[in-house]
């Protein structure tokens, strides 16, 4: 059980586009998501706290209307990267609390 | 201000030995602990954890042991074995499903052969 399925597994965008990240819970329902970042060789940062029917709580440090998170349904937590540039070039991983699993991540490289 | 710390950010091991990973965290709330494995381009993946009610657990090749008044734990895995090499994280969290997971920078283990 506690199955978390992160779709892309890997995205190119251009600077100044927009990438959308999916996290969805695929045996369970999650009311509270989780969304981390990890830059090369370094730790999982978190980034926000994604709560189901409200507004996502967002870690001291990152933009929230840089990384706008939705969380419409028990299963589904969406990540947009809003006018991205190459900064933002990392590896994005999601946690659904239902257990200790993780998504498989997606790598983002903007160019 | 970091709240899990792993100090060794590399250790090698020879086959067959003891590998030895180490965690220092600085929050008293802290009622959970975690490890995990994780490859470069894939989600971390869980490994073994520990309740602040306790100073052990094992499974398989996998133990952690918690120290909970010097505020530190450690993952022992023997014998080590060619397809541990990774970087292993140290994590901690408030004990409830929902809480948040905070990550150590983590340690990259090479087991030689």
């Known amino acids: 059980g506690a199955v978390v399925s992160q779709h892309p597994s890997w995205v190119i965008c251009k600077s100044g586009t927009s990438v959308k990240i999916e996290c969805r819970s695929l045996d369970f329902q999650a009311t509270t998501m989780f969304w981390y970042r990890q830059f090369p060789k370094q730790s999982l940062m978190l980034m926000a706290t994604?709560?189901?029917?409200?507004?996502?709580?967002?870690e001291q440090g990152v933009e929230k209307d840089k990384f706008l998170i939705n969380h419409a349904s028990l299963t589904l937590s969406t990540l947009t990267v809003t006018s991205a540039h190459p900064e933002d070039s990392s590896f994005y991983i999601c946690?659904?609390?239902?257990?200790?699993?993780f998504g498989s991540g997606t790598r983002l490289t903007v160019v | 201000d970091q709240q899990v710390k792993q100090n060794s950010p590399s250790l090698s091991v020879q086959e067959g030995r003891i590998s030895i990973l180490n965690c220092d965290y600085t929050?008293?709330?802290?009622?959970?602990f975690l490890w995990y494995k994780k490859y470069p381009a894939e989600g971390p993946t869980f490994l073994i954890s520990i309740s602040s009610i306790k100073d052990k657990n094992e499974d398989g090749r996998f133990t952690v042991f918690l120290n909970k008044s010097a505020k530190h734990l450690s993952l022992h895995i023997v014998p080590s074995q060619p397809g541990d090499s990774a970087v292993y994280f140290c994590?901690?969290?408030?004990?409830?499903?929902?809480?948040?997971?905070?990550f150590g920078k983590g340690t990259r283990l090479h087991i030689l052969p």
């Open positions: 994590a901690a969290s408030g004990g409830n499903r929902d809480d948040k997971i905070i």
């Open positions: 929050n008293s709330m802290f009622d959970y």
């Open positions: 994604s709560n189901e029917g409200s507004k996502a709580t967002y």
């Open positions: 946690r659904a609390a239902y257990g200790y699993t």
